[in-house]
């Protein structure tokens, strides 16, 4: 393959990692990011978003060889402990025996991504650059290089946008003629708050579980941390009843926390502090496409798929966008335009597929886990699993635990889901949940499902 002599506009999570995988070809790299060099910031642990990071993430990691660099500062968890109101709690297992989801500190993340990308001798790494703007006809980014207050023109080969939701490089492709564009605000946003570590230095929770205190129409969640401390967010109406707009004072933030979190609150002695420093964080979701321009520039990561986080999946897809280029790229060799035009085809299906799943999930996350039925159709979907795996993989697995593109996952989610409402709609489902009928009652259903799409084919 060539060597090229290329950009990457944002170091922050999946522009690092792509920055890897380009070094790897043999690429002349060069990252640019806006902020200041991340690798001087000290990373408050408690204080700073933490990320889920499951199978997808990882086989991005891996294959660029980083997984030993990212093991170091990843915490596994192995399921969801919910906490109730009534301070009883209750534990459900991700996936199958062994298989967990990783915590990981957005800012340890970044640092570590950024160090392993410029140890890479074809890789320079350029903060305070902000990108202002792309001449497409010859590929010249404008910077505005922020330290010494100066513009800069520089002309590459190629140029990657990873920068984020708010991305420059897709701004510059939404100017285009015929771009599809759309951006959408969730009503709801998010606060971080902090567990810290015990008087022992240990986790206050239990360290395995990702937390959740659901409470229908807002929910909060905890992360540990590799220090000891748990990062909390809470996930709430800007507007309304329970909303950020009525946490105003001491006050009633004592009081909302006392009432709706009575485990936790004790935990959290920072706990009004940290609700009126830390901002109230917005929930973007963005849609584009296409996601390439010619042979000269591709958007990757938030820049072209931004999604609520509720699946844990921004990230996890992102790094999954580097694996799928890099395969690309080994397919296509020199021919960039090609490669280009196929990573839109292929991957804009997914990225609208987890916008749609991480946005379900959010009900299901706030409303649905504190639900009885909901955690019986788990078990049954789990056992079922357990018997037949080849017929039956859970949505969350195969979102988490798999590469089944995502679209495909809606997909078959969709029609298990189906499957499954009639099993809960028996009336004596409860009695019956793991006998032989229902057993049958599913395999026929399933059965069914499978003839109806051969059928179709
Ligand atoms: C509350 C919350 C929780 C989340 N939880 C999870 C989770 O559990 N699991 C998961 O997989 N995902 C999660 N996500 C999503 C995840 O954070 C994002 O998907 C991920 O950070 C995207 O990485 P990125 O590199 O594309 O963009 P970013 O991480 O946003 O990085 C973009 C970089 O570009 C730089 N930049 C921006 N504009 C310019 C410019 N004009 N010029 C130069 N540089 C620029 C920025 O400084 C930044 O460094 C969560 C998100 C939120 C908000």
Same mark, same amino acid.
């Given at each position: 393959?060539?060597?090229?002599?290329?950009?990457?506009?944002?170091?922050?999570?999946?522009?690092?990692?792509?920055?890897?995988?380009?070094?790897?070809?043999?690429?002349?790299?060069?990252?640019?990011?806006?902020?200041?060099?991340?690798?001087?910031?000290?990373?408050?642990?408690?204080?700073?978003?933490?990320?889920?990071?499951?199978?997808?993430?990882?086989?991005?990691?891996?294959?660029?060889?980083?997984?030993?660099?990212?093991?170091?500062?990843?915490?596994?968890?192995?399921?969801?402990?919910?906490?109730?109101? #009534?301070?009883? =709690? *209750?534990?459900?297992?991700?996936?199958?025996?062994?298989? @967990?989801?990783?915590? $990981?500190?957005?800012? !340890?993340?970044?640092?570590?991504?950024?160090?392993?990308?410029?140890?890479?001798?074809?890789?320079?790494?350029?903060?305070?650059?902000?990108?202002?703007?792309?001449?497409?006809?010859?590929?010249?980014?404008?910077?505005?290089?922020?330290?010494?207050?100066? #513009?800069?023109? =520089? *002309?590459?080969?190629?140029?990657?946008?990873?920068?984020? @939701?708010?991305?420059? $490089?897709?701004?510059? !492709?939404?100017?285009?003629?015929?771009?599809?564009?759309?951006?959408?605000?969730?009503?709801?946003?998010?606060?971080?708050?902090?567990?810290?570590?015990?008087?022992?230095?240990?986790?206050?929770?239990?360290?395995?579980?990702?937390?959740?205190?659901?409470?229908?129409?807002?929910?909060?969640?905890?992360?540990?941390?590799?220090?000891?401390?748990?990062?909390?967010?809470?996930?709430?109406?800007?507007?309304?009843?329970?909303?950020?707009?009525?946490?105003?004072?001491?006050?009633?933030?004592?009081?909302?926390?006392?009432?709706?979190?009575?485990?936790?609150?004790?935990?959290?002695?920072?706990?009004?502090?940290?609700?009126?420093?830390?901002?109230?964080?917005?929930?973007?979701?963005?849609?584009?496409?296409?996601?390439?321009?010619?042979?000269?520039?591709?958007?990757?990561?938030?820049?072209?798929?931004?999604?609520?986080?509720?699946?844990?999946?921004?990230?996890?897809?992102?790094?999954?966008?580097?694996?799928?280029?890099?395969?690309?790229?080994?397919?296509?060799?020199?021919?960039?335009?090609?490669?280009?035009?196929?990573?839109?085809?292929?991957?804009?299906?997914?990225?609208?597929?987890?916008?749609?799943?991480?946005?379900?999930?959010?009900?299901?996350?706030?409303?649905?886990?504190?639900?009885?039925?909901?955690?019986?159709?788990?078990?049954?979907?789990?056992?079922?699993?357990?018997?037949?795996?080849?017929?039956?993989?859970?949505?969350?697995?195969?979102?988490?635990?798999?590469?089944?593109?995502?679209?495909?996952?809606?997909?078959?989610?969709?029609?298990?889901?189906?499957?499954?409402?009639?099993?809960?709609?028996?009336?004596?489902?409860?009695?019956?949940?793991?006998?032989?009928?229902?057993?049958?009652?599913?395999?026929?259903?399933?059965?069914?499902?499978?003839?109806?799409?051969?059928?179709?084919?």
């Amino acid at each position: 393959m060539k060597p090229q002599n290329i950009a990457i506009v944002g170091a922050g999570l999946v522009g690092s990692l792509w920055a890897v995988y380009l070094a790897k070809k043999g690429h002349k790299v060069s990252v640019f990011d806006r902020r200041s060099d991340i690798r001087k910031v000290k990373i408050i642990q408690g204080k700073s978003i933490n990320l889920a990071l499951s199978d997808r993430g990882w086989r991005g990691l891996i294959n660029a060889g980083l997984e030993e660099d990212i093991r170091k500062v990843a915490l596994p968890m192995n399921g969801r402990m919910m906490h109730y109101t #009534s301070g009883d =709690l *209750t534990y459900q297992q991700y996936g199958k025996e062994g298989q @967990a989801i990783y915590s $990981v500190s957005r800012g !340890l993340l970044n640092q570590t991504l950024v160090n392993c990308a410029a140890r890479h001798e074809n890789v320079e790494v350029f903060f305070n650059h902000q990108c202002k703007d792309i001449q497409l006809d010859t590929n010249t980014v404008q910077f505005f290089d922020t330290e010494n207050n100066e #513009s800069k023109h =520089l *002309t590459f080969d190629r140029v990657f946008g990873t920068d984020g @939701a708010f991305s420059a $490089v897709r701004n510059r !492709l939404q100017r285009l003629e015929r771009y599809d564009y759309s951006q959408e605000y969730l009503n709801h946003g998010y606060k971080e708050l902090e567990i810290p570590p015990g008087p022992d230095g240990k986790h206050q929770l239990d360290v395995t579980s990702l937390h959740i205190w659901p409470r229908g129409e807002f929910m909060m969640i905890g992360l540990p941390n590799v220090d000891g401390s748990i990062t909390c967010t809470l996930f709430m109406a800007y507007e309304g009843k329970d909303a950020f707009e009525n946490l105003k004072d001491e006050k009633t933030i004592r009081a909302f926390f006392e009432q709706h979190f009575p485990d936790a609150a004790p935990l959290m002695p920072e706990l009004v502090e940290d609700f009126n420093n830390n901002p109230t964080g917005s929930l973007v979701m963005i849609k584009c496409n296409p996601w390439h321009y010619q042979d000269k520039i591709c958007i990757m990561g938030d820049a072209a798929h931004a999604i609520v986080p509720f699946y844990g999946q921004g990230m996890n897809c992102g790094f999954e966008d580097c694996f799928v280029l890099f395969e690309l790229m080994e397919k296509h060799g020199d021919d960039w335009a090609t490669m280009f035009s196929e990573f839109t085809r292929l991957r804009k299906p997914n990225g609208d597929a987890i916008l749609e799943l991480a946005l379900r999930n959010y009900i299901e996350m706030r409303d649905k886990t504190a639900d009885p039925m909901f955690l019986l159709q788990k078990k049954i979907e789990a056992r079922f699993n357990e018997k037949y795996p080849h017929l039956w993989t859970p949505l969350y697995s195969m979102v988490s635990f798999s590469h089944i593109p995502y679209k495909d996952a809606l997909m078959k989610g969709d029609q298990q889901d189906a499957i499954m409402k009639k099993v809960m709609d028996r009336a004596d489902i409860f009695e019956m949940w793991d006998s032989d009928e229902v057993e049958n009652h599913i395999l026929e259903l399933v059965q069914n499902v499978n003839e109806t799409l051969l059928s179709t084919q």
